[in-house]
């Protein structure tokens, strides 16, 4: 016979290590996992695993910046999967999950905000983090990725 599954809508961090993944219902958390693996090996198993356990409405990410290969794996998994199961796709600025600190990038610098302009500068990025509810986040249907990367 058939079983209904739980609802739950699901937030992605994928901007550096490690991957962290909110299971929210109502839009509150309800569970947390995370992952030290690769995005393109965690994503995939969290993906799957959760399959089976609720009916997955709703998919979020932190679309940057951040870790460049996080970042793209996250954006093209995620919106397949959003599309092959009819998920609504969304995404969040990294810094609205860190209270707008700066973002670790590489080699001691960091993606600092300011004044809705993001740059490099050499400072300690804090880590983002999931958030209790998803009702204050400012969830943008602009999905592409905020690589903000150098210019060459």
């Known amino acids: 016979y058939l079983v ?3 609802s739950c809508e699901l937030l992605f ?3 550096g290590s490690p991957l962290l993944v909110g299971i929210y219902q109502n839009g509150e958390l309800k569970e947390s996992l995370s992952s030290d693996k690769p995005s393109s090996e965690a994503i995939t198993e969290i993906l799957a695993e ?11 990410y932190a679309n940057g910046p951040g ?3 996080g970042l ?3 954006f093209v998994a995620l919106s397949v999967f959003a599309g ?3 998920c609504e796709f969304g995404a969040v600025s990294g810094f609205s999950l860190n209270g707008n600190a700066p973002i670790a990038a590489k080699k001691g610098f960091s993606f600092v905000l300011n ?7 050499p400072v300690l990025g804090v880590s983002a983090s999931l958030p209790k509810s998803l009702k204050n986040l400012s969830i943008s249907t602009d999905v592409l990725p905020n690589y ?4 060459v």
């Not at 004044?115 to 500068?121: M, P, Q, R, V, Y």
């Not at 903000?148 to 210019?151: F, N, Q, S």
């Open 4 to 6: 209904s599954l739980p």
């Open 13 to 15: 961090i994928t901007l």
């Open 50 to 60: 959760l399959k089976k356990q609720y009916k997955i409405t709703k998919i979020i």
């Open 67 to 69: 870790s460049f290969m």
């Open 72 to 74: 793209k794996v996250a």
């Open 84 to 86: 092959v199961y009819g």
């Open 115 to 121: 004044d809705d302009k993001i740059s490099l500068e």
């Open 148 to 151: 903000v990367l150098e210019a």
